[in-house]
Every structure is written in structure tokens, then in C-alpha cells.
């Protein structure tokens, strides 16, 4: 089945800086979207991205379908930015694959 | 915008009870998934349903099983809980389209088994 990798697996930063979070998948896909999930484990969806490049507001995504990764930027980053983020890929039937996570976390 | 309701926050069973989790979407999504998540492991896919009465295996069914009878609802049956079956549990649906397939989650139940 599809291998899904994200890097890296921890991420402390100060309020303010900048952040760019990768996501490697073994093979290709037509779905791929990103969550961030909530101290309190609500899980958010961020944006579906197959290819190309989106953006909301200090948020944007790009995914590389050809060369099989995808990245997440978060500028001026917030203590409320602080979570796990997910990427996860489209399988057979809708299902989604997700990978490990990564956690960051914003200081004030 | 789409809302998936988890029927409770926090649960505490005793093993060998029978426990029911609720889910409930509001917005005519075909796909239903149930998701657990623990540390170390990710979100690991339970079960899903693509439409009512129809329901898939996923990576880790064992002890588990579902049930759709309405279009909105999708429940998560544990037959008969174990402690290793404390986790995180997560809820979520799409659509079937290509064109939309985002994937909304509920707020998540933390179930524990004593």
C-alpha cells in the first residue's frame, strides 16, 4: 500500500517565525490533504491539494504530484498553530492514509 | 460547514461491556470512516461505509464492528471491550466526489477500558 512519510517529526519554534513541513507518499495519488489537529484532538481539515499551490491566509500548501511530495508553510507563526499536522492520502474507496504527524509546537 | 458530532467527549468501560459510539454528519455525506489513534501508531482506519448498509474492512477491524442503517449515522460497536482497545477514536466523512473528496472529523472520543 502507499507509504506516507512526513519530516520532521518535531518542531519547536518562537511566535513569529516561519515553518515548512514536508510530506512524502510512495505512489502517486489524486487526494491529498492536510489537518491540523488541537491540543484538544479535534482534527481540522487545512486543504485538499492533489497538485499545485493553495493558500489561507499564513497558511499555504504545495504539492509536487509528479516528484510525490507535498508542503505545508505556516508564517508568522502563532501559539495557536501549536498541534499535530497531518498529511494523508487518498485511497481506494475514499479512504485516507495518513502519516506519523508532526508536532509542533509555537513558544511564546 | 459540515458537522460531525461524536456522541460523547470521554467514555470509561469495564471490560467485557458491549460500548456503542455514535456518529453523525449533517451534510448528506456518502463516506463514513471510524479511525482510532494512539501514540507512536497515527490514525489507524477501523472500518468504513461508502453508503447505507455498506461497510469495508479496514487495516485493524478485529473486535470491532459497524453499523449504517441511516445515511447520517455510523456506529462503532466494541463487542466485547478489551484495555487494549483504550484509545482515541475518531469519526469522520466526505463526500464520494473526486472533485471534493475533504474529509470532516468529529471532536473524538477518548475511551478507556478498566
Known amino acids: 500500500g502507499i507509504q506516507v512519510e512526513q519530516s520532521p517529526p518535531d518542531l519547536i519554534l518562537q511566535e513569529g517565525a516561519n515553518s515548512t513541513l514536508r510530506c512524502n507518499f510512495s505512489?502517486?495519488?489524486?487526494?491529498l490533504q492536510w489537518f491540523h489537529q488541537n491540543p484538544w484532538g479535534q482534527l481540522i481539515n487545512l486543504f485538499y491539494?492533489?497538485?499545485g499551490t493553495k493558500q489561507n491566509g499564513r497558511l499555504s500548501a504545495t504539492t509536487v504530484a509528479t516528484e510525490r511530495y507535498s508542503l505545508l508553510y505556516i508564517s508568522s507563526s502563532q501559539t495557536t498553530d501549536s498541534g499535530v499536522y497531518f498529511c494523508?492520502?487518498?485511497?481506494?474507496?475514499?479512504?485516507?492514509?495518513f502519516g506519523q504527524g508532526t508536532e509542533l509546537s509555537v513558544k511564546p | 460547514d459540515v458537522k460531525v458530532t461524536q456522541s460523547s467527549r470521554y467514555l470509561v468501560k469495564r471490560t467485557g461491556e458491549k460500548v456503542f459510539l455514535e456518529c453523525v454528519q449533517d451534510?448528506?455525506?456518502?463516506?463514513m470512516f471510524w479511525y482510532r489513534q494512539d501514540p507512536g501508531l497515527g490514525l489507524r482506519l477501523i472500518y468504513f461505509?461508502?453508503?447505507?448498509?455498506?461497510?469495508e474492512k479496514g487495516d485493524i477491524p478485529e473486535g470491532y464492528s459497524v453499523s449504517r442503517e441511516k445515511k447520517e449515522r455510523f456506529s462503532l460497536i466494541l463487542e466485547s471491550a478489551s484495555t487494549n482497545q483504550t484509545s482515541m477514536y475518531l469519526c469522520?466523512?466526505?463526500?464520494?466526489?473526486?472533485?471534493?473528496?475533504?474529509?470532516?472529523f468529529g471532536q473524538g472520543t477518548r475511551l478507556t477500558v478498566v
Open positions: 469522520a466523512s466526505s463526500l464520494f466526489r473526486v472533485e471534493d473528496p475533504r474529509a470532516f
Open positions: 505512489d502517486s495519488v489524486n487526494n
Open positions: 491539494i492533489p497538485s
Open positions: 494523508a492520502v487518498g485511497g481506494s474507496g475514499g479512504k485516507l492514509i
Open positions: 451534510m448528506d455525506h456518502e463516506n
Open positions: 461505509s461508502y453508503d447505507v448498509k455498506m461497510k
